[in-house]
């Protein structure tokens, strides 16, 4: 079983910043990448950024492009999501995700490749 706790959402004003950092933990695991994915209501989740556990690889949405940075501290199991120059369009439940599949990278950006999930944090972004 994988934990995955995420943290650092809140309220934000159109422009700032806020990074997201997402805590791995539990045993007999193999965690081959973890992802970010965000969802409005009555919506699917969508892909965001995702990291392989080494590090040594990362995949954006295009449309984040410029504006998110994916990264990870090794000793501390934890995945972070920097985000800049936030929209009122960026408001959503961010959730974490780890894939304990799929080792390449091609299969990052699908939600079904991954089994395990946060609760989520909610990111809202005022105008």
């Known amino acids: 079983q994988v934990q995955l706790v995420e943290s650092g959402g809140g309220l934000v004003q159109a422009g700032d910043s806020l990074r997201l950092s997402c805590a791995a933990s539990?045993?007999?695991?193999?965690?081959?990448?973890l992802g970010w994915f965000r969802q409005t209501p009555g919506n699917e989740r969508k892909f965001v950024a995702a990291i392989s556990w080494s590090g040594d690889s990362t995949r954006y949405d295009d449309s984040w492009k410029g504006r998110v940075t994916i990264s990870r501290d090794n000793a501390k199991n934890t995945v972070y999501l920097q985000m800049n120059s936030l929209k009122p369009e960026d408001t959503a439940v961010y959730y974490c995700?780890?894939?304990?599949?799929?080792?390449?990278?091609?299969?990052?950006?699908?939600?079904?490749?991954?089994?395990?999930w946060g609760q989520g944090t909610q990111v809202t972004v005022s105008s």
């Open positions: 539990g045993r007999n695991y193999k965690i081959y990448a």
């Open positions: 995700a780890a894939d304990t599949e799929y080792e390449d990278s091609y299969f990052y950006a699908s939600r079904y490749s991954y089994d395990y």
